[in-house]
């Protein structure tokens, strides 16, 4: 019976093979918030259900959306038999969707006309360039060909293992139709014993990591409304309120001196980071200049809550950002005008157990408390996510860690990430799983930014790292 070694034997002689199967899935322009691209998102889904279903697992493309459809596709895919075989069964999730391209101007090579770069010495190594390469495709990549890989070299389907594949295509546009497909097939969900996501990062190039947490998200609109018209700024200014500087200041008063975040009970159900956890996380020596460095920032660019180093603010404490704002002329040359209106994007990060929509009432409540004078307010909330922390001595985990240490030649350090995945939490709620998050994407991958990469090492040790966790599971029969 063929194992792990031929395993790793046909993933390393097939590796262009599959480096082109990925190039040709970033080929597809699955941008979900974008309705124009909607066919092109059904597109990617059927392509990784083709995938899997080369890869001998069953497959079932489900509609989302009222009506039916509206939505994008889900891609659902299981091990045959996975009722009736022993040993765990694991639910792997992962997205097909994109983020938009914008600043299309700024990337080097055409965002879907994937390429592969060679190394460059003291900087990135080979690499593919695409939108998805790492977020998520690539990372999923990983996954599928270890699935291929186990079925190629003459085994069972993956190996025998027992496996649920979810594929979302909306988690870049907020996940709109997930948490009702959850509650809808929740039964068919809680037969399985531990959710694997890889969409999250290692400290650097040679040093993996399985990450044990993840921020929550709220991710809020605000829209001060001012006079009926856009007006002269000569005839009006000093006259009326103009919405662009009200909102600014208003803005403004969301973090007092000490960086902390003034809305009233936003810190209540924030999880105190622990003495263990955060003596363990120094021994990690992770260097906060050279993380500033990579994107173009000095030292003194460390800036953040008072009291907590940069990395227990990335993975132990709340945050509030102002993602866009906008309001009044924007266009070329001169327009002097007081706009009618003046808006802002506002997300928070969110740690362990603050909830998504307390945070969004309560800073909604907090705008309403400073409402300039003849102004008025719309809010709107685009979506949230429960933060996830995972017990880190689970068997299903200590196995991972081992697949890992298998597959790097290193053991990985166990880390939190300042990201959000939202399924997490959503699963934990709705189905009861925890998730053990098995992820190789850089911090200079540039995730949501024109050039985004995935170096083919890091893929190259996440599908060795994932055919190692499928004979773990194998031997946990």
Not at 79 to 98: K, M, N
Not at 192 to 215: F, H, K, N, Q
Not at 429 to 448: K, P
Request: proline fraction near 7%; include cysteine; aromatic fraction near 8%.
């Amino acid at each position: 019976m063929p194992g792990i070694n031929d395993v790793l034997t046909w993933l390393e002689t097939n590796e262009n093979q599959s480096v082109s199967r990925l190039i040709d899935w970033l080929k597809i322009p699955s941008i979900s918030t974008d309705p124009a691209y909607k066919a092109d998102v059904r597109r990617a889904a059927e392509w990784a259900a083709a995938h899997l279903h080369e890869s001998g697992l069953r497959v079932e493309i489900h509609e989302t959306g009222d009506p039916a459809g509206s939505g994008h596709p889900i891609v659902l895919a299981t091990t045959p038999d996975v009722g009736l075989a022993s040993g765990p069964h694991v639910l792997f999730y992962g997205h097909y969707d994109v983020q938009p391209v914008d600043p299309v101007d700024l990337w080097e090579s055409g965002p879907f006309e994937p390429v592969v770069k060679p190394g460059t010495p003291g900087g990135p190594g080979e690499r593919i360039v695409a939108r998805g390469a790492s977020d998520d495709k690539g990372q999923v990549m990983m996954f599928l060909e270890a699935l291929r890989a186990w079925k190629e070299a003459g085994s069972a389907v993956a190996g025998g293992a027992r496996f649920t594949v979810l594929l979302e295509g909306e988690e870049e546009s907020g996940s709109v139709n997930l948490d009702r497909y959850l509650r809808q097939s929740a039964d068919r969900f809680r037969e399985c014993d531990v959710c694997l996501i890889s969409d999250t990062g290692m400290l650097s190039r040679e040093r993996p990591a399985i990450t044990y947490g993840v921020r929550g998200l709220t991710y809020t609109e605000i829209k001060l409304h001012g006079p009926d018209q856009d007006l002269h700024s000569g005839l009006w200014g000093g006259r009326c309120p103009n919405p662009n500087n009200e909102l600014v200041k208003v803005l403004a008063q969301l973090w007092d001196a000490d960086r902390r975040i003034t809305i009233p009970g936003f810190y209540d159900a924030v999880r105190p980071l622990g003495a263990d956890e955060r003596a363990a996380w120094q021994k990690l020596n992770v260097n906060a200049a050279a993380a500033l460095r990579k994107i173009g920032l000095p030292p003194e660019a460390d800036i953040g809550e008072a009291g907590f180093s940069s990395l227990e603010r990335e993975w132990a404490r709340p945050t509030a950002e102002i993602n866009g704002i906008f309001g009044g002329y924007t266009g070329a040359g001169a327009k002097t005008v007081i706009p009618a209106w003046a808006a802002a994007k506002v997300s928070f990060r969110l740690v362990a157990d603050q909830e998504p929509q307390k945070i969004a009432d309560a800073f909604f409540d907090w705008c309403r408390e400073r409402t300039p004078p003849g102004c008025r307010w719309e809010f709107h909330l685009h979506s949230g996510g429960d933060p996830a922390t995972v017990q880190t001595d689970s068997p299903l985990l200590r196995a991972a860690s081992a697949a890992v240490e298998k597959a790097c030649g290193r053991a990985p350090a166990l880390i939190k990430s300042g990201g959000s995945i939202p399924v997490a939490g959503q699963l934990k709620a709705i189905c009861g799983l925890e998730t053990v998050f098995m992820g190789f994407g850089l911090d200079d991958d540039r995730v949501h930014s024109p050039n985004e990469k995935f170096e083919l090492s890091c893929y190259r040790m996440g599908a060795r790292s994932h055919a190692w966790y499928i004979e773990h599971l194998r031997a946990m029969r």
